[in-house]
């Protein structure tokens, strides 16, 4: 591995104008494709196999007039202090509003909150539900704002009104947070090389290798039904990446030419022995990310796999490019420095303290996690709906209205689909049972397809969308003997999505973890420490679902990080997102520290010194490559989107405690505790592995021949 890489890295240093030529010409075409041809389209959430897809499913084909796909609004009116909406003066109101709303752009009907049983029991809260003809993606800007003006003599004349759905669900315009994590990467690699030239080269192949993968999954929409948000996570974990694995191959190529290796030579060594990580730390993030589509969420495949092709190519970017650039720039690379420092840095007294206290810091960095990991027990997963949403807010009073005035369960009303010859009679055998179940509020009048086959009824739950009791109520109904009946709605795929991801956990922890420990048995040569690199990213992982829990559950520390009023169940698709993603980076950092240590294993060094010797060497960059990956996650707490916070922070907080606690903490405690036995590896094995070379101990010769 190391001398192919060495090979390639040398044809780039001297070939420099046409691999950069090349490169920019791969992001020109990227830019044009994207300018004509990009067709990105609202997020389209379906969970094929599952009951509430198939309901669905079944209605548009039997009972397309039911709109079980069309996009929906719910206004919502309240009456003024002491009066009631039957009042004349806001009926009036309240009428012409349903006149204007009906005939907005879209719409194909407005209830009558007086004709529908829409008024609250007090009969101070009412409610209009506005069906479209399209789905909520194509409900255009000038129909939400129709519906704005709509409303808005009512609350001239002094009604409350408010509104909510899916229909008047907007996109924020996108916060320029990548921005952030670029403007601190600039800081940190300036920090950390003392050279403008070091510091901007990472960044410029970050520019070139997140450019092409972006307007990648931009020109493929052109062919392809591609969701908007699927090139967010290639953005946020493109440039983590990208600035990373350049600042460990310029960190490298500076150390060979202060240590008086000819450029070329040094941009050779520089990638086959930084670059040789790079391809197995990319690797395994690319495992991760491509693992996403077995869950069979076609919203996580499309994330997956444009996240996994933009870390290939930012692999490549490092490899080729950026040689090539280094070529460019000359002897400006080193900022004026001439020798090898020889003070004691920082970690190298840092992995002295470890390496003499190995138990005390393990003791202390394990019971650290592991109280960290407390609130993951409560975990409670759930999808985003309106009482997520900001307070103050048009859809969050919508939603406090209609729980205040039909109750908590009201915002989750359940749709039963009930599929037989004769539908009517089953569908009034059907409402009659279900009204006896335990935990039902109400029951609707079963509402007939014109063939009579389909009949679909309204189920509202006593509890709200996320509690438990909802669920339990949909799979009683679910279980109904004797009659073909299935239950659809966005609390239903809630809970479907919940149980899916749930099912899919196990065998995506098997794979990813599987592939990803053989990967590191190859690369490191020891079944000990892919173990260990395993154990301390489960660590990690528990104590990241803790902080998130904490903060978006809880509510602790809400107002620092912006969502006071906002807290609720978790994603439920965060979770196994955070594993692939997580995983894939902790092993990056596992490669990156121990690939050095082994080099100094390789090259006659004790255990505990090559551990020292190890860490000494990459500490550092390991440490900026972090705090520029926290930067950038942490930019997306800014984010308008709930998910994208919640996967930002998360992100943050998953890289800062695998890289300074159990990377740079734990990982050399464990290694000074075993010795010789972290490098065991049966000889059997030994022999079966393939040699990869990635210390690049066959590149001495190659020096040497050169």
């Known amino acids: 591995m190391a001398t192919y890489l060495y090979r390639l890295g040398r044809f780039a240093f001297r070939r420099r104008r046409l691999v950069v030529l090349v490169w920019l010409g791969l992001l020109a075409a990227g830019v044009v494709g994207t300018v004509t041809m990009a067709s990105l389209t609202p997020a389209a959430f379906s969970i094929p196999g599952t009951e509430s897809q198939r309901a669905g499913n079944l209605l548009q084909e039997r009972f397309p007039q039911a709109g079980a796909n069309s996009a929906t609004a719910r206004i919502v009116f309240r009456a003024p202090n002491g009066g009631k909406l039957s009042d004349p003066a806001s009926r009036s109101l309240l009428s012409a509003t349903i006149q204007r709303l009906a005939a907005a752009p879209e719409v194909r009907t407005a209830s009558d909150p007086f004709g529908s049983r829409g008024i609250s029991a007090d009969g101070t809260i009412g409610y209009s539900q506005v069906s479209y003809r399209v789905p909520a993606k194509e409900v255009t800007p000038q129909a939400r704002d129709a519906i704005r003006a709509a409303i808005e003599p009512a609350k001239t004349g002094g009604l409350t009104v408010e509104y909510g759905g899916d229909a008047m669900t907007e996109t924020e315009a996108p916060h320029l947070t990548e921005i952030i994590g670029f403007g601190v990467a600039a800081v940190v690699l300036l920090i950390t090389f003392g050279s403008a030239v070091a510091a901007v080269l990472p960044l410029l192949s970050a520019i070139i290798g997140v450019g092409i993968g972006v307007t990648a999954i931009g020109t493929a929409s052109g062919f392809f039904d591609v969701a908007s948000t699927t090139s967010v996570l290639a953005l946020m974990l493109g440039l983590a990446v990208s600035i990373d694995y350049a600042l460990f191959i310029v960190s490298r190529y500076r150390q060979e030419l202060l240590q008086g290796l000819e450029p070329e030579e040094a941009a050779g060594r520089a990638v086959g022995t930084a670059g040789s990580a790079v391809v197995f730390a990319g690797l395994t993030v690319v495992i991760a990310l491509s693992g996403l589509s077995m869950v069979g969420i076609p919203f996580l495949t499309q994330m997956g796999l444009a996240a996994a092709f933009t870390v290939v190519v930012a692999v490549a970017v490092a490899l080729t490019f950026l040689p090539a650039m280094l070529a460019i720039v000359g002897p400006r690379i080193l900022g004026g420095r001439t020798s090898v420092e020889a003070t004691r840095t920082v970690g190298r007294r840092w992995v002295d303290f470890v390496t003499r206290r190995p138990v005390a810091v393990l003791v202390t960095a394990c019971l650290g996690l592991g109280a960290l990991a407390i609130p993951a027990l409560d975990l409670q997963l759930g999808l985003t709906n309106d009482s997520t949403a900001k307070p103050g807010t048009s859809q969050r009073a919508a939603y406090d209205l209609l729980s205040t005035g039909f109750g908590p369960g009201f915002n989750g009303p359940l749709l039963v689909v009930v599929d037989a010859a004769d539908a009517k009679v089953a569908a009034d055998n059907t ?165 050095r240590m082994r080099e100094a294993r390789a090259d006659g060094a004790t255990p505990l010194d090559s551990v020292v010797e190890g860490f000494s060497q990459s500490a550092r960059v390991v440490t900026a490559a972090a705090v520029i990956m926290i930067a950038v996650f942490a930019g997306f707490l800014l984010s308008g989107e709930m998910m994208f916070r919640e996967l930002g922070f998360g992100l943050a907080v998953a890289v800062a405690l695998d890289a300074f606690v159990v990377r740079l903490s734990i990982v050399p405690a464990v290694m000074a505790l075993l010795g010789r036995a972290a490098w065991w590896l049966p000889r059997r094995l030994d022999r079966l592995l393939p040699a990869v070379d990635v210390e690049g101990a066959k590149l001495n010769g190659q020096a040497g021949a050169s």
């Open 431 to 595: 409402a009659a049972t279900v009204r006896a179940l335990p935990h039902v509020t109400a029951v609707g009048t079963p509402i007939l397809n014109p063939a009579g086959d389909t009949a679909v009824l309204t189920v509202i739950p006593a509890a709200g969308p996320s509690d438990p009791q909802t669920a339990e109520l949909v799979h009683a109904i679910r279980d109904l003997p004797g009659t073909e009946v299935s239950v659809t709605g966005a609390t239903a795929v809630t809970i479907d999505v919940s149980g899916k991801l749930g099912s899919a956990l196990a065998p995506y922890l098997l794979l990813v973890v599987g592939l990803a420990f053989l990967l590191l048995m190859l690369v490191f040569r020891s079944v000990v420490i892919p173990l260990k690199a395993t154990l301390g990213f489960l660590l990690t992982i528990a104590a990241t679902f803790g902080a998130l829990v904490a903060i978006f559950q809880w509510g602790w520390l809400a107002g620092l990080f912006g969502i006071e009023g906002q807290t609720g169940p978790i994603l439920s698709m965060l979770p196994i997102f955070l594993i692939g993603v997580v995983f894939g980076l902790a092993m990056d950092y596992q490669i990156f520290l121990v690939t």
